[in-house]
């Protein structure tokens, strides 16, 4: 008996000093895990080049034993996995999830608890969360903070944003990790934000690429009852630490065993378009949780909402302030605002311009009651998401947008009272259901009511996902704005069907983002899911919609266009006027043709930065589109044509910068050319500093 306890005590030993290893099926990754002096570490490997130096795990516990040291490896298993599957929309037809999974359980001597740490190694990286399974010693506990570390081995240059609890919309950054510190105040300046992290913090997904040309990114996926990881740069600024949005009261999670984290994920290549291509955000996340989404379709909207974003309309139908009593508003002594879009009448416009051009639907924002008493007036005003303004005839528009074949877009803003908009959800979606509404726009502008919660804290977090899963009893998809950033939930829940939670186009009418936002976004944002950046805008200049607003957008109208094809998302706006889009139908047609659904999608080009081409293949059909985004440079793109069908001729519709163009001075210029085209053909395209081009590429 002694000699088998003798032996057990040495294999652990053994266990704790030998670092343990996984590969990825293709070996190009290997993952070592060791515990040295107790603490947990993990190292990652790529083509026999480190690139996450050892790295400490583990958590601060709040008010008992932190989970950081005195553990030994109790058991260590290893698996593999390998699966095809089709997600509900995509840029793919089919993923394939891949892996080789090692489950380390740990035991933390003197407190007697346990933790796992499940790691799975992908042919383009590593997804790796913690485990606390149930047990005596462990029910109820607070976290202070997460401990996982991501130590770089360079002075590496990323693509960033400052940390933010409540924010993304920050235009990006390119800098050195060194240089992060410095420049964190610069950028906080610059851009909007509501609470920005102290120190050299920066949002996930994190892009970076190394002096010999690798390219790096950091996440999470998964992100389901915890709260949002941020990662800070500790005193050396080359190692990143996680850092959680807390709760109200500071607290960073409340948990109960058994539960597990969110994943935290690496992805990696010496190639940029292998991180554009990568599906392991999706492959981490559960399989969908809809029995039957066949009634999740993607949509291509256009809405009154352009107008009161530029300042030409209003979201309030009156400029002033009416007595509201007992929860219900007086508009009888107020007179109607001429400057209110959301009324019967004007939606009609909108509503006919949908159905001449195919679009599947019209988002009306500013229908309900409250936005004049929100808008500086009341800070803590709550809307009903039911009460329609005066010169909004619900029923009237119902049966007209469905005799035109058009369906309603809602759109609810929270004034930032969740707890509010959980009250009146069932009444809200229920309405929708009533009233052919299939998908809701919801934002969360302002400060998070009554407690003072973060956007991407805890409670947040499982408020929008309680949002989520009760649209889908309700058969509607959901465009969350404002919300906590894409993790790849859409896999499970395909009915999360948009996002912004970045820097979108709105921005270009509040002073503009920099030309080269829109090739650094599918590196960061895209990373976690689709986007609703809302494209499709050829009036560059506001002061042509509101002679109060100088701010112009800063991209030609090539690449607008081209947006549609590289700011991948199931769900595509039109933003601008109908009577804009009607100066320029040539190039509306691209918009009216571009798909929404895809079954192949290749990176032909791609530098965070700089450049991204993208050509994806419609779903079902043999169409192609081809979209450009460039930055400030002026560039000539060139690719080969060899992902067309051999046996076919197409027509290429090419959608491109005039020489003359320039996002600053010139951006309409563009020009239309139509040419046949084949298999392994050859195209140039000249792309003007801030601009691009899209092409259609249809069979003959």
Sequence with gaps: MKKISLLLSLTLIALSVIAQSVQSPNKN???????????????????NKVIIKPSTMGFELKDEEDFLKGFTILDIEQSTFDETWQPVWGEVKEIRNHYNEMAVTLSQEESARKMLIRFRVFDDGLGFRYEFPEQQKLTYFIIKEERTQFAMVGNHTAYWIPGDHDTQEYDYTTSRLLEIKNLMDKAITSNASQSPIRGAAVQTSLMMKTDKGLYINLHEAALVEYPCMHLQLDDTGLTFQSVLTPDAQGNKGHMQAPRHTPWRTVIASDKAADILMSHLTLNLNEPCAIEDPSWIKPVKYIGVWWEMITGKSSWAYTEDVPSVQLGKTDFSKTKRSERHAANTEHVKEYIDFA?????????????????????????DYVFDFLTPYPDF??????DYAKSKNVQLMMHHETSGSARNYERHIDKAYQFMVDNNYTSVKSGYVGDIIPRGEKHYGQWMVNHYMYCVKKAAEYKIMVNAHEAVRPTGLCRTYPNLIGNESARGTEFEAFGGSNPDHTTILPFTRLIGGPMDYTPGVFEMDMLTR????????????????ALYVTMYSPLQMAADFPETYNKHLDAFQFIKDVALDWDETLVLEAEPGDFI??????????????????DEEARTSKIKLDFLDAKKTY????????????HKTNPKAYEIEQRDVKKGDDLSVFCAPGGGYAISIIPK
């Design 29 to 47: 990754f290997t993952l070592n895990f060791n515990v040295q002096n107790g603490v947990p570490t993990y190292q990652l490997i790529y083509k």
């Design 355 to 379: 159905s001449k051009h195919g679009f599947d639907a019209v988002l009306v924002e500013g229908w309900n009651e409250g936005w004049e008493d929100w808008f500086g007036k009341s800070k």
């Design 393 to 398: 005839n619900v029923v009237e528009l119902r």
């Design 546 to 561: 509101n002679p109060k607003n100088d701010s112009k957008v800063r991209s030609t109208l090539a690449r607008q266009l």
């Design 613 to 630: 081409t993208y050509a994806r293949k419609e779903k079902g059909a043999d169409n192609w589109f081809v979209g450009r985004t460039n």
């Design 651 to 662: 027509i290429a519709t090419i959608y491109r910068d005039q020489k003359d163009a320039h």
